[in-house]
């Protein structure tokens, strides 16, 4: 007797089945009209229908909602480390502006002004080997004087020795 109650509820399964895939083969194929039991069934089914989605519809949005609070906890976090560490950063260079200043105004530095640079010519070198020297085309009249700089592109030349009127002598680096 215990087989019997086994096998009705297996035929009642595969009927629910049948009855089950018959629907979704009526309901499945491409029709421009619905039968009255279609209707009817959708009448029904609908409201559920709406429910059910409402409901899908929710929970992913609120499983989205969570994904995306867990991601904006993680950048409010990365964006707060980044403030701080911009916030020392910036601790740190006002420290050093301010030693600067103090620095400065300890030795009496003062700021630098563009130099007034005159371009000249080697119109002739010394030949002696005890001392090193060129003479260059501009002089005094060019507003040269004695013990200035003089530079080249690729540095510093040496400095300027006896000044005339048109002319000057320079004192190489390694002999100055």
Do not use: C
């Amino acid at each position: 007797m215990a087989q019997q109650p086994r096998g009705r509820r297996l035929i009642i399964a595969a009927v629910i089945f049948l009855v089950l895939m018959g629907l979704i083969f009526l309901t499945a194929r491409e029709r421009t009209r619905q039968s009255l039991p279609e209707r009817a069934l959708h009448g029904v089914i609908a409201p559920f229908q709406k429910i059910i989605t409402g409901l899908a519809d929710f929970f992913r949005g609120t499983i989205q909602t969570f994904a995306e609070l867990g991601r904006l906890r993680r950048d409010n976090q990365q964006l707060r480390e980044e403030a701080a560490d911009l916030r020392a950063e910036q601790e740190e260079l006002e420290f050093y502006r301010r030693e600067n200043i103090r620095l400065r105004a300890a030795l009496g530095f003062k700021e630098r002004r563009p130099l007034d640079m005159v371009a000249s010519e080697v119109i002739g070198r010394n030949p002696s080997n005890w001392l090193s020297t060129l003479t260059i085309d501009k002089g005094a009249r060019d507003g040269l004087a004695q013990n200035m700089p003089v530079i080249s592109r690729q540095g510093v030349v040496g400095r300027l020795g006896a000044v005339r009127q048109d002319s000057s002598d320079v004192l190489l680096v390694n002999d100055a």
